[in-house]
């Protein structure tokens, strides 16, 4: 955080001491405080954007100070997102904005994007003018890519991982998704961690199902904290080994209540180890709110308000070192404050941060984005025509099962033939599937089970960043492709020789400009028209964006072709289109 200079920092002192007019009076402010879990009645003055004075005295004034008579509600510090993916359909900026008007006014920001796509010094240069914003953004260095494109991981030299480490607002390493590649010993991996642990930022591990020994040596290798057990079996081995653990309610993983309740029952919780996420959910996700949303459930689970409240203020504030500055309603901090109907309603009436209150209604800044790197899918000089999409028959194929959105497990069979290739005609629940790179050049043919009857699909919005086909009519998916070319990137679903639903994405092929109110009501529109199709799983946005991450079990589609996770090799290889 930012010093104040030695002039501000003794006017700031003079407001404190009540000597020199507050620039803001809070009055009549009933607080919660954070520290003590009580409620508090009093005065609050600011000075510029912090907090001076805390109590039960007025602050002096002059004609120039702003009162503000908060007499009606309650005050809750802004709250703290420590795990953001700040690219899923909506972008960075669409992302924070939505997230201050429900009362989250410092996130923890994955910069994966940045570093596959945008030279180091145009990434430097939007988190330094991101910092004009009203919410705190925090930065991680990515270790790995999960993406098994070689060209995209060439992005990411050790030097660059180092130069990012030592950013001032970079505040982690991770989140480490190859940690079992770490753990074996890849030298690169290790590498990168190395620098990491010595970095002495935190690290945040991503160890589904791990054991007590791997995350023994996860800790060894500096892990501070990790976001991913799914019961509260697994909360407590990571507590007990002295990680933090964060609890996640997202799209793929709503687990937060079950997690909760399991907590609950427990004799004693350890509270101040523990903070909640949303972990990056598609928009329709944030309907009901982001982390004030978190909040919502756990006080419906019986979540003491304090613990609730807590998580997603000071414990994340002290976890990142951040509690002298943030976190709470006390002096010294950055005048981060919310104001509530009541502690039951953490969805804020009114939100102040930086020690200004927040507009209702703004819109996020409009900027460039290409001078931050961040550029368009570059027009096609090529089209996908239909026997692209036939996939040639061999006996048993490795068709990709879904067991939940992301997770898709290896299921051998012979499928009906025609003509040389898999006839799906009576298989119902199967896709023809294609990975194919936006200069169609390469193609990876597969047949996936499990999403749904779709006649056409096609999405830039892939981990790898390619082109992602599926669909039951090889016809409609040329179509669909073409398509989500046409618009410059996007996601594009067709039936009946027409598009049923589009959503172009011109950043990256992966971001929408549009507001999150928009991207609400398109990616429900979306979610329905799926689930209407047979789509079962919680999230299809989702799966079309993890289809090619290499870091979920077991099949997954990549540049060399179909990818065994378990076996670690390519069991059908990819095929040159030109
Ligand atoms: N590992 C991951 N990478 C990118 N986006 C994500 N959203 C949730 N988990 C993610």
């Known amino acids: 955080m930012k010093k104040l200079s030695e002039q501000k920092w003794n006017d700031f002192v003079e407001v404190s001491l009540l000597k020199k007019a507050a620039t803001t009076w809070i009055k009549n402010a009933n607080y919660f405080n954070i520290y003590t879990g009580e409620m508090m009645e009093g005065n609050i003055a600011l000075f510029e954007d912090r907090i001076a004075y805390v109590g039960g005295k007025e602050p002096k004034v002059d004609e120039s100070t702003i009162v503000i008579d908060a007499a009606d509600y309650t005050l809750v510090p802004g709250y703290i997102e420590p795990h953001s993916h700040p690219f899923q359909i909506y972008n960075p900026l669409t992302w924070i904005d939505y997230s201050l008007s429900r009362g989250t006014t410092t996130m923890m920001h994955d910069s994966l994007?940045?570093?596959?796509?945008?030279?180091?010094?145009?990434?430097?240069?939007?988190?330094?003018?991101?910092?004009?914003?009203?919410?705190?953004?925090?930065?991680?260095?990515?270790?790995?890519?999960?993406?098994?494109?070689?060209?995209?991981?060439?992005?990411?030299?050790?030097?660059?991982?180092?130069?990012?480490?030592?950013?001032?607002?970079?505040?982690?390493?991770?989140?480490?998704?190859?940690?079992?590649?770490?753990?074996?010993?890849?030298?690169?991996?290790?590498?990168?961690?190395?620098?990491?642990?010595?970095?002495?930022?935190?690290?945040?591990?991503?160890?589904?199902?791990s054991s007590v020994e791997t995350l023994n040596a996860m800790m060894a290798a500096?892990?501070?904290?990790?976001?991913?057990?799914?019961?509260?079996?697994?909360?407590?081995?990571?507590?007990?080994?002295?990680?933090?653990?964060?609890l996640r309610n997202s799209s793929i993983r709503p687990d937060l209540p079950e997690l909760l309740q399991g907590l609950l029952k427990l004799e004693r919780v350890p509270w101040d180890r523990l903070m909640m996420t949303t972990d990056g959910s598609p928009p329709f996700f944030y309907e009901q709110?982001?982390?004030?949303?978190?909040?919502?459930?756990?006080?419906?689970?019986?979540?003491?308000?304090?613990?609730?409240?807590?998580?997603?203020?000071?414990?994340p504030a002290v976890y990142y070192g951040l509690d002298p500055d943030l976190g709470g309603i006390a002096p010294g901090r950055v005048a981060d404050i919310l104001f509530l109907e009541d502690l039951h309603h953490p969805t804020p009436v009114q939100v102040m941060a930086n020690g200004k209150l927040v507009e209702k209604d703004r819109s996020a800044a409009q900027i460039d984005w290409s001078s931050y790197g961040i550029l368009g899918v570059p027009a096609a000089d090529w089209k996908a025509e239909a026997d692209w999409f036939h996939v040639a028959a061999r006996e048993d194929f490795p068709v990709g099962e879904m067991m939940n959105a992301v997770i898709i497990r290896q299921r051998d069979e012979t499928l009906p033939v025609n003509d040389g290739a898999i006839d799906l005609t009576d298989k119902p629940d199967y896709l023809y599937v294609a990975l194919l790179d936006r200069a169609g050049t390469w193609i990876t043919r597969g047949i996936v089970k499990g999403f749904g009857n779709v006649e056409a699909l096609a999405s830039t919005y892939t981990v790898s960043q390619d082109l992602f086909v599926l669909g039951r009519n090889p016809e409609e998916m040329a179509a669909a492709a073409n398509r989500v070319m046409e618009m410059g990137g996007g996601i594009c679903l067709r039936e009946n020789k027409e598009s049923l639903f589009e959503l172009p994405l011109p950043l990256l092929g992966g971001m929408s400009e549009k507001g999150m109110a928009e991207l609400i009501d398109e990616t429900s529109q979306f979610l329905r028209l799926l689930q209407e199709r047979g789509y079962q799983h919680e999230d299809p946005i989702y799966s079309l964006f993890f289809f090619t991450a290499i870091h979920l079990p077991v099949i997954r589609f990549t540049q060399d072709g179909i990818y065994s996770t378990k076996q670690n090799k390519i069991l059908v290889p990819s095929q040159r289109l030109r």
């Open 113 to 209: 994007l940045f570093f596959l796509n945008a030279p180091q010094e145009q990434m430097e240069r939007f988190f330094q003018d991101l910092q004009d914003s009203p919410v705190k953004n925090f930065w991680w260095a990515r270790l790995d890519s999960q993406t098994p494109s070689p060209e995209l991981e060439a992005r990411v030299p050790i030097q660059r991982t180092l130069q990012t480490l030592e950013h001032p607002q970079v505040i982690q390493a991770g989140e480490l998704t190859a940690f079992k590649r770490m753990l074996d010993g890849e030298p690169l991996l290790r590498e990168r961690m190395f620098l990491a642990y010595q970095s002495g930022k935190r690290i945040e591990a991503h160890n589904p199902g």
């Open 222 to 246: 500096g892990a501070t904290c990790c976001h991913e057990s799914i019961t509260t079996e697994e909360v407590m081995r990571r507590l007990r080994l002295g990680l933090y653990a964060t």
């Open 289 to 315: 709110g982001t982390v004030d949303r978190l909040i919502h459930i756990a006080l419906d689970c019986g979540v003491p308000v304090w613990e609730a409240y807590r998580m997603v203020t000071l414990n």
